[in-house]
């Protein structure tokens, strides 16, 4: 707006307030509005959400690896949690959330292994 970058300014504040240097008062009004503080885990809990449709539609969370769901390659972000998963990267709460949704990880292997 008005010859300010708004995703710019937008990712300063987020660097500000995970570095505890952000007035309060404006971290309440930007989350007044709506503003996502964490991204990436926002856009894993919105993946996360398209899984759980899936697997309540089709009866299991064993997403071909081309498949789409609104827009978002659903089988390639869950080949992503397998491989975070093998290298050990994947946060344990992560892990059992997809278990619990019916993630097969052995599944992986029959299918690309």
Partial sequence: EEGVNL???LNGQRQRKKKRKLDTSLEKRLGDVGVIWD???E???NNYR???NFQQREGHANV???HKE???NLGTWLNTQQT???KGELDISLKKRLEEVGVRWYFFKEQWG
């Fill in 7 to 9: 995703g710019h300014w």
């Fill in 39 to 41: 991204v990436l885990k």
């Fill in 43 to 45: 856009q894993w809990e």
């Fill in 50 to 52: 398209l899984l759980v």
């Fill in 64 to 66: 071909p690896s081309s």
């Fill in 70 to 72: 609104e827009g978002v």
């Fill in 84 to 86: 975070q998963m093998n």
